[in-house]
């Protein structure tokens, strides 16, 4: 049966889309065969469709390899959405203290699904840990803000995201069992925080704290990262922890939490 919303969907539209997510960091370049596998059609389609986002310059066709490949241009469209928002430029300053007071990383993100997406950061010159920049995505199972942001959507909402997951492991520490993380969940919103030891890299810590919008939903998280020996009992009980919640609070009142 046809809906109204499939009625005005575009075929090429949802197809093209589909072919620029298939790029990732584990496969950068992909042939027209694979992209062809991947859609489930034969070779008529994705070349039609790859021609197209060619000539409009989002992916790049080395003419030897006949492989294909993002190009820059592709960064428009995540960064148009980026300089919508109006919370990385309100959080810059904020964040810029948070890590002047705890000594660590501070990052800013949001959720897209089963990743989280950071919008904005304040880093630690020299930390070894992972290096993430604007507009950079990494699994929500394994990463203190993606658990928190996780925990803080309606229930139908994370069905619907952990329907079907991969929970990849990256670490021995890392949930790999939905009913394992649907219970750290549970805790985490609770208790209104979240913490990951050694879950996407090993030796690196994480606590991440909610900013809710005015109608009271969670639109972002903040999270402190460093080192794991870094992250003792003292320091996320006198310092990391009640710093974090103080900047999440204010941003919170910002985006016009408690003002209804």
Do not use: C, W
Request: proline share 4%; net charge neutral.
């Amino acid at each position: 049966m046809t809906t109204e919303k499939d009625r005005y969907s575009s075929n090429a539209l949802i197809r093209g889309l589909e072919i620029l997510k298939m790029f990732s960091a584990e496969e950068p370049t992909l042939s027209l065969n694979e992209i062809a596998s991947k859609l489930g059609v034969n070779r008529t389609v994705p070349f039609r469709l790859l021609s197209t986002l060619q000539s409009f310059g989002y992916v790049h066709k080395d003419e030897q390899t006949k492989r294909y490949q993002l190009a820059p241009k592709v960064l428009e469209l995540g960064f148009s959405y980026l300089h919508s928002l109006q919370l990385p430029e309100i959080a810059q300053p904020y964040l810029e203290q948070l890590r002047d007071d705890t000594g660590a990383s501070v990052y800013l993100s949001i959720l897209d699904g089963a990743e989280v997406v950071y919008v904005g950061h304040a880093r630690i010159v020299g930390f070894k840990g992972i290096f993430v920049n604007t507009g950079m995505r990494f699994p929500a199972h394994a990463t203190a803000n993606g658990k928190l942001l996780l925990a803080f959507q309606p229930p139908d909402k994370l069905r619907s995201i952990l329907r079907g997951a991969e929970l990849k492991p990256y670490t021995q520490q890392t949930k790999t069992l939905i009913a394992d993380l649907e219970a750290e969940l549970r805790l985490i919103r609770e208790r209104g925080y979240a913490m990951t030891n050694s879950e996407f890299q090993q030796g690196i810590s994480s606590i991440a704290a909610p900013i809710f919008n005015q109608s009271g939903a969670v639109m972002a998280a903040v999270n402190v990262v460093a080192a794991e020996t870094f992250f003792d009992d003292a320091f996320i009980r006198e310092k990391a922890l009640p710093r974090l919640l103080d900047t999440t609070g204010k941003l919170s009142g910002f985006m016009g939490f408690g003002h209804q």
